[in-house]
């Protein structure tokens, strides 16, 4: 009788043979192919639209090709945070939410050859404004497309303007620029979508797919500034990013690194600071920067974040259209802090006439401003874009 395993002698293997599933073995497996499907996936395919459906249009960039009957108001298809606005077809309303009576009253921007761009609907019944740089005020720099001022004389900071109501005498005005647009595709979308057409955006210049959210932006009506990296105090430490101006370089070597960052996007009036307190304090470094934005028909926004800026006194030794924040909106981003900041604002433009506030594109300063503009003509006071602070004022001598 064969012994069992209990009576069976120690040292002596037993005749079964035990299988195990290696399932480590085959998770590791399924993980690594994953891994070099998804490597070759981003090696080997372009699609910098992650699959989002695109088309390519063709667009003509000469509006002097453009007679008036080729222009007309047209419906934008509403997307999810616009449902129902085209509810007013019925009570003969435009797709866009505009009856043909105020299409036909609204502002129309004029263009350099005295003619007008005609009647483009925009977003929520906000006017569009032009997407593609116009060739007259347009060079090729070595980077790319640069503005310049035209033979005509006419200037980006002219051209690419949003329409204010000028006949609006003695009501005070606020104008509000809201930077960092294009770092955060959630902070711009929401940015575009939430905030009043009168609302300036201003655009870093490092974002993902800039193209594409500026002609969202300009299509919604609003106004851009691009955003130009300059040296903070504790630079290294504190980098803002590539092509950042820096005060050891020669004026050369920032206006190589200028032209690189204005030839990210287009159609902007102006560029402004992203941080910068160091380089705005030093005369030397920032009086070509202005120059050169003159030179090119633009304007220079001060977000006011720097005390030790020189740049209102050097606009005006440089005749360089200026503007700069009389309140940071959002330094404090909090609810509280922010309508406390707001109150301020409105009772410097009641003293002043005009007040420019500046903010970041936060979900809580978005909100904020959002919520605060809905109920400001009934107080009295009205938004105005960026440009309209400097469009009719010549700098002092």
């Known amino acids: 009788m064969a012994a069992d395993e209990l009576t069976a002698p ?4 037993s005749g079964r043979v035990q299988f195990r599933i290696p399932l480590g073995l085959i998770g590791m497996t399924i993980i690594a192919v994953i891994l070099i499907a998804a490597t070759v996936w981003i090696g080997f395919v372009d699609d910098p639209n992650g699959g989002e459906p695109s088309a390519v249009v063709a667009i003509n960039k ?63 019944g906000e006017r569009s404004l032009t997407t593609t740089p116009d060739d007259r005020i347009t060079e090729e720099g070595r980077y790319g497309p640069l503005p310049r001022i035209g033979d005509d004389g006419a200037r980006a900071l002219d051209f690419y303007a949003r329409p204010y109501d000028t006949q609006s005498v003695g009501v005070a005005s606020i104008a509000i620029v809201v930077g960092g647009l294009g770092l955060s595709q959630t902070g711009t979308q929401e940015a575009i979508a939430k905030l009043p057409a009168d609302v300036t955006l201003s655009f870093a210049p490092y ?37 950042t101006l820096l005060v050891k370089l020669s004026p050369q070597a920032n206006a190589d690194r200028l032209h690189w960052l204005m030839s990210r996007i287009s159609n902007y009036v102006g560029v402004g600071n992203f941080m910068g307190a160091r380089f705005t304090a030093e005369a030397a470094a920032i009086k070509p920067v202005l120059e050169e934005l003159k030179r090119r028909g633009l304007m220079y926004f001060d977000d006011g974040s720097s005390p030790r800026s020189t740049v209102a006194a050097l606009s005006n030794a440089t005749r360089t259209p200026y503007a700069g924040a009389d309140v940071v909106l959002d330094a404090v981003p909090s609810k509280d802090e922010i309508d406390a900041r707001l109150l301020k604002l409105e009772a410097t433009a009641r003293t002043k006439g005009l007040a420019i506030g500046s903010a970041s594109a936060l979900p809580i300063s978005i909100e904020r401003i959002s919520e605060w503009a809905q109920s400001l003509e009934a107080r009295g006071l009205r938004l105005v874009p960026l440009s309209a602070s400097v469009r009719n004022r010549v700098p002092s001598n």
């Open 10 to 13: 120690l040292g002596l293997k």
């Open 62 to 124: 000469n509006p002097r090709n453009v007679s008036a009957r080729d222009i007309s108001v047209v419906g934008i298809r509403p997307t999810i945070d616009q449902q129902g606005a085209g509810e007013g077809a019925a009570n003969g309303m435009t797709g866009d939410g505009v009856t043909p009576e105020d299409a036909a009253v609204h502002f129309d921007p004029v263009l350099p050859d005295g003619t007008t761009g005609g009647q483009i609907a925009g977003l929520d």
């Open 207 to 243: 974002g993902a797919s800039l193209d594409r959210w500026q002609t969202r932006a300009r299509q919604a009506g609003h106004e851009l500034l691009l955003q130009i990296p300059l040296e903070p105090y504790d630079f290294p430490d504190n980098d803002p990013g590539p092509h």
